[in-house]
């Protein structure tokens, strides 16, 4: 089987936030050269957050699967998951763009237990492949399809 992409790549927008955060320090030596100093702090502030943003979107994984395996793919690096090593998989409450961040749990080479979160692509038809998929492979697999306040595994 061919694999498919059940998460969606974020990375270009980190593009559009470094066009923010050049346009800030240009507004922020702007009021500086100005005097205005007043308007400084709020500028340094919004900086902050468009550099926070900018290591979210810089940090986006890729995720694919097949019949057998799960695929994260990192810039170079691929790391490959045996879909019976798939523990659990479980909605969060984040959300972005009213499209919900799933949090995959599994076992990794090392027989440790990692974690992967991701906003499953448009219309989610991969993803819920995916997850007929991972009960094939191990029946154990615990799918959660909600989430609450109280849940504090997110």
């Not at 800030?24 to 919004?46: D, E, Q, R, S």
Request: hydrophobic share 45%; charged share 20%.
């Amino acid at each position: 089987m061919k694999r498919k992409r059940i998460s969606r790549d974020l990375s270009f927008h980190k593009y559009t936030i470094l066009f923010c955060i050049i346009s800030t320090l240009m507004t922020l030596l702007a009021f500086y050269l100005l005097g205005a100093y007043n308007l400084i702090t709020g500028t340094a502030i919004v900086l902050l957050f468009f550099i926070v943003f900018f290591l979210f979107f810089s940090i986006n994984k890729v995720v694919e699967y097949d019949n057998n395996n799960m695929y994260i793919l990192k810039e170079d690096k691929t790391e490959v998951i045996p879909l019976k090593n798939i523990l659990k998989i479980k909605m969060t409450m984040t959300t972005l763009n009213h499209s919900i961040f799933w949090k995959i749990t599994y076992l990794n080479e090392s027989n440790t237990t990692k974690n992967i979160r991701i906003l499953p692509r448009i219309w989610y038809q991969n993803f819920f492949s995916f997850r007929e998929e991972v009960k094939k492979a191990n029946k154990n697999v615990i799918i959660k399809n909600y989430s609450h306040s109280f849940d504090f595994d997110q």
